[in-house]
T-cell receptor
Framework: GENVEQHPSTLSVQEGDSAVIKCTYSDSASNYFPWYKQELGKGPQLIID?????GEKKDQRIAVTLNKTAKHFSLHITETQPEDSAVYFCAAITGNQFYFGTGTSLTVIP | GAGVSQSPSNKVTEKGKDVELRCDPISGHTALYWYRQSLGQGLEFLIY????????KSGLPSDRFSAERTGGSVSTLTIQRTQQEDSAVYLC?????????????FGSGTRLTVV
């Protein structure tokens, strides 16, 4: 089955700096790669996604890149703000199943 | 409803008791997933329902865990003879079209504490 690895597990950045979270996957059949943000006491919320026929997607301060050959994708947050502090999960879809990374706890220091 | 609804939001139970956790998916969503999230951990897949097909139970950790989905809508996750290691947040998600991420939405979860 699919194996998704996510790094780093924790990340601290100064407000205004950029944050990058990386994920790798193993199954070349995976074709959809969403990113979720989970705030304390809440369920994960979709923040951005990318499909396997696209290399990069951007939505305001958030961007995701995908390298199908290398089987890795990354989340980029620019101009970080304290409200970006949360746990971020990547995922890969193969067939009907979602395979999640183990999460990155991002702390933005004011 | 507008989103995936889970109840109760918090549940404290004594070791050995049975518990039932409920998930109301978004209306019209045919796919429903249950996950377990232990403190500081990622999402552990438990079970997946799709329409009237037989559920994928491959993630259930033991025979104390079971789930059903009645009428293709509401789902109940049952944990029998709860153990302290069952303490976790149980998340439900539903999606419109499986395998595409279309409309894939999580509920806020049920925090289960076994004492």
């Amino acid at each position: 089955g699919e194996n998704v690895e996510q790094h780093p597990s924790t990340l601290s950045v100064q407000e205004g700096d950029s944050a990058v979270i990386k994920c790798t996957y193993s199954d070349s059949a995976s074709n959809y790669f969403p990113w979720y943000k989970q705030e304390l006491g809440k369920g994960p919320q979709l923040i951005i996604d990318i499909r396997s026929n696209v290399g990069e997607k951007k939505d305001q301060r958030i961007a995701v890149t995908l390298n199908k050959t290398a089987k890795h994708f990354s989340l980029h947050i620019t101009e970080t703000q304290p409200e970006d502090s949360a746990v971020y999960f990547c995922a890969a879809i193969t067939g009907n199943q979602f395979y999640f990374g183990t999460g990155t706890s991002l702390t933005v220091i004011p | 409803g507008a989103g995936v609804s889970q109840s109760p939001s918090n549940k404290v139970t004594e070791k050995g008791k049975d518990v039932e956790l409920r998930c109301d998916p978004i209306s019209g969503h045919t796919a429903l997933y249950w996950y377990r999230q232990s403190l500081g951990q990622g999402l552990e897949f438990l079970i997946y329902f799709q329409g009237n097909s037989a559920p994928d139970k491959s993630g259930l950790p033991s025979d104390r865990f079971s789930a059903e989905r009645t009428g293709g809508s509401v789902s109940t996750l049952t944990i029998q003879r709860t153990q302290q290691e069952d303490s976790a947040v149980y998340l439900c998600a539903s999606s419109l079209v499986p395998g595409t991420g279309n409309g894939y939405t999580f509920g806020s979860g049920t925090r289960l504490t076994v004492v």
